[in-house]
């Protein structure tokens, strides 16, 4: 009856137009998470030693590549020779996979995760701005999605601080130790522009189950929060993220065009939400316009976190076009995994 119960109350919060049946999910295990560690890069190194020791990534699940000078950017050619070097290494059990680095973070328009696990779209370069190619994860109630679809889903963990990927990592593993007490905020924005997925926001709800208040808020910025476990925006530049305190396992992304470019300087990167204390963000890496599909759908996301799934599924699960979006931060958290 709890169960039931939990259904029935996350199907009235979370009505959107993408539905699935809400299922506890198994959750990504680490023996199924291969890391791809750059022997060009001291901290990639470091960091990546920390991870599979904090994770217990067993040793055959560890790939070594050399990217020296830490580009942004590889070619499509250059990112070729990588796949091909990193899948050789890799056995079939394996169904998802941590690249420990912050650069490259792209593949010509795309970004090096989705490039990875869908395969390096050119139609999306020859109009970025154009409609994506739909991923078969999307909302999919899948817990294998190399098994089932042939896909290993890919994220970044960025390493331009050791200190602050250690904290990062160490959210991570916390947020399995205990369910949160905590608040999902959705924002929509005066920014009209950067508001498009507002209309799949869930609406305000609380959720007793789960220890959960949904706060979907028509403002242009959060304030003095502490009890933050989901933040999404839209705008440019987020601010008073100084004044807010994230919660192990947290999600955080904001709509705009180049949030993804981890190292620009036009735009707030994705990489200032962890610096703030959240787990995990996405952000684009090209101009993607305005679509909502090509950023995290807040439904189709909370559902499957509050689901049990890890941040890499639960984030790669609500992206419907997701070529031109890249996904940081420690994938295996899952604060609602019991």
Not at 94 to 121: H, R
Not at 293 to 298: A, I, L, T, Y
Not at 301 to 307: G, V
Request: glycine residues 8%; proline residues 7%; aromatic residues 8%.
């Amino acid at each position: 009856m709890r169960r039931l119960s939990l259904l029935l109350l996350l199907a009235g919060a979370l009505a959107g137009p993408a539905r699935a049946q809400l299922v506890p999910a198994a959750g990504l295990r680490p023996a199924q998470l291969a890391l791809v560690v750059n022997d060009d890069d001291a901290n990639s190194v470091e960091v990546a030693e920390y991870y599979a020791k904090a994770r217990a990534i067993p040793a055959r699940n560890i790939v070594h590549v050399h990217i020296p000078n830490r580009p942004r950017k590889l070619e499509p050619e250059q990112f070729a020779e990588l796949k091909e070097h990193i899948d050789a290494r890799l056995g079939p059990e394996i169904q998802a996979v941590l690249m420990v680095w912050t650069a490259p973070y792209a593949v010509g328009c795309n970004s090096i995760t989705s490039a990875y696990t869908l395969g390096y779209d050119a139609a999306q370069c020859a109009k970025p701005c154009g409609p994506g190619k739909p991923s078969a994860y999307f909302n999919a109630l899948s817990g294998h999605p190399y098994t089932d679809y042939g896909m290993r889903l890919a994220m970044l963990l960025p390493t331009e601080s050791v200190e602050g990927a250690r904290a990062l990592i160490d959210r991570g593993v916390l947020s399995g130790f205990h369910m949160p007490v905590g608040s999902a905020y959705f924002l929509a924005t005066s920014d009209a522009a950067r508001s498009s997925r507002a209309r799949f926001f869930p609406r305000s709800a609380a959720v007793p189950a789960r220890k959960l208040a949904i706060k979907t808020l028509q403002q242009d910025s959060l304030e003095n929060a502490q009890d933050i476990i989901v933040y999404e925006t839209g705008a440019a530049h987020v601010a008073k993220l100084d004044t807010l305190r994230f919660l192990p396992g947290a999600l955080a992304d904001h709509l705009t065009s180049f949030g993804g470019d981890l190292l620009g300087e036009g735009q707030m990167s994705s990489l200032r939400w962890l610096d703030a204390g959240a787990t995990a963000s996405y952000g684009t890496v090209s101009e993607p316009c305005n679509y909502w599909q090509k950023f995290p759908n807040s439904t189709v996301l909370l559902r499957h976190y509050l689901s049990g799934a890890t941040a890499i599924e639960a984030y790669w699960k609500s992206v419907a076009w997701p070529a031109q979006g890249v996904f940081i931060g420690e994938p295996l958290a899952a604060p609602y995994h019991r």
